[in-house]
T-cell receptor, first 114, second 111 residues
């Protein structure tokens, strides 16, 4: 299965600032996704990162708040913009291969907003 | 909308005992049911999965059962060990990329 590296692994940020999280995969993957896991909660899909085009966002998530890039088949970024304490969460990158709906997750980026 | 209910939210067992976590899904089109284990500070790791054409699957101390009629699936861990302590998530999908995750079960195995 894919090896996924996320950076940063954790960060503490000030309210009103933005942070970009990077996701690097060791092989080309068909699909890349970004999930949010709020403290003690389950996993919620933010968006699908589409290579070469705009991401597809789930209900409740918008591009202005969570801009996503995917310049190639192995790399994606998620930016959390204009952060507030409610954005304190673990943000997880996940991937799957064509024809297989098995999801593999990265270790996550734990974000704390003060 | 689709949802997956997971019970219990917390579970404590003595080392060597069995643990069972149950999930119920609402979307009858769901056909793939993975289970993930999340240890502290790590991302979820797939531990076992089952597809809708199978009723049971085993991998050493871990097994998953599926009852399509009742829309239930369960994770069974036998001979539990302290390293089994983690949060476990079930999920269901209808073959698309979109997983619906359960709310998680925090398992504590007491030595």
């Amino acid at each position: 299965s894919a090896v996924i590296s996320q950076k940063p692994s954790r960060d503490i940020c000030q309210r009103g600032t933005s942070l970009t999280i990077q996701c690097q995969v060791d092989s080309q993957v068909t699909m890349m996704f970004w999930y949010r896991q709020q403290p003690g909660q389950s996993l919620t899909l933010i968006a699908t990162a589409n290579q070469g085009s705009e991401a597809t966002y789930e209900s409740g998530f918008v591009i202005d708040k969570f801009p996503i890039s995917r310049p190639n088949l192995t790399f994606s970024t998620l930016t959390v913009s204009n952060m507030s304490p409610e954005d304190s969460s673990i943000y997880l990158c996940s991937v799957s291969y064509s024809g297989a709906n098995v999801l593999t997750f990265g270790a996550g980026s734990r974000l704390t907003v003060l | 909308g689709e949802n997956v209910e997971q019970h219990p939210s917390t579970l404590s067992v003595q080392e060597g005992d069995s643990a069972v976590i149950k999930c119920t899904y609402s979307d009858s089109a769901s056909n793939y049911f993975p289970w993930y284990k999340q240890e502290l500070g790590k991302g979820p790791q797939l531990i076992i999965d089952i597809r809708s054409n199978v009723g049971e699957k085993k991998d050493q101390r871990i097994a998953v059962t599926l009852n399509k009629t009742a829309k239930h699936f369960s994770l069974h861990i036998t001979e539990t060990q302290p390293e089994d302590s983690a949060v476990y998530f079930c999920a269901a999908t209808s073959g698309t990329y979109k997983y619906i995750f359960g709310t998680g079960t925090r398992l504590k195995v007491l030595a």
